[in-house]
């Protein structure tokens, strides 16, 4: 679904290196998510917010921080990055007038990889 | 919060058999279902999608039914054939502001 982009779509960085991924939609959904994938695993959520002025912590939220600096646009921080935190990274997006199904739109997914 | 799970976690048929992945839900408050399928490499993708107040909803070969009293869902794929073969993720949503909760999801191996 090209209306969700994420950036970048893959990256290597090292132990204790600040990492930022963005996530840009041009759906006008209100909602937004942020998941990580680990291989063979399910999805987890980190984060997500269902306006600009709604943030809220999702199951595996510690060693992440987010900001909603528009409704389009969801970014995802990773302030000291660790090698655990090596996964696929999904952002995804939903409208809360969809007639209550809150149907999630992936982005592409971002591969990261700590060293 | 809300729990799923999902079972099996890797599940093998012959092209044309069916296949069943059943899901269980703990908040007896949540209202809406949907099945996602993840393609090797790819995004996940809403398939089908149920709410509470239908039991059962079709869409060509792919079914979801819901048991409210039991607490648990499950899809059905009939005349499976190799594209079916993908991770499926069951998920539960409870009412007002909350979000999804996904199951851990199913790998799907269709045999040509």
């Known amino acids: 679904d090209a209306d969700v982009t994420q950036t970048p779509r893959n990256r290597i960085t090292k132990t204790g290196k600040r990492i930022m991924l963005e996530c840009s939609q041009t759906k006008g959904h209100d909602r937004m998510y942020w998941y990580r994938q680990d291989p063979g695993l399910g999805l987890q959520l980190i984060y997500y917010s269902f306006d600009v002025k709604d943030i809220n912590k999702g199951e595996i939220s510690d060693g992440y921080s987010v900001s909603r600096q528009a409704q389009a646009k969801f970014s995802l921080s990773l302030e000291s990055a660790i090698p655990n935190q090596t996964a696929l990274y999904f952002c995804a997006t939903s409208d809360s007038g969809d007639g209550g199904t809150d149907t999630q739109y992936f982005g592409p997914g971002t591969r990261l990889t700590v060293l | 919060g809300e729990n799923v799970e999902q079972h099996p976690s890797t599940l093998s048929v012959q092209e044309g058999d069916s296949a069943v992945i059943k899901c269980t839900y703990s908040d007896s408050a949540s209202n809406y279902f949907p099945w996602y399928k993840q393609e090797l490499g790819k995004r996940p993708q809403l398939i089908i999608d149920?709410?509470?107040?239908?039991g059962e909803k079709k869409d060509q070969r792919i079914a979801v039914t819901l048991n409210k009293t039991a607490k648990h869902f499950s899809l059905h794929i009939t005349e499976t054939q190799p594209e079916d073969s993908a991770v499926y993720f069951c998920?539960?949503?409870?009412?007002?502001?909350?979000?999804?909760?996904f199951g851990s999801g199913t790998r799907l191996q269709v045999q040509p």
């Open positions: 998920a539960s949503q409870p009412p007002g502001r909350r979000a999804l909760t």
């Open positions: 149920i709410r509470s107040n239908v």
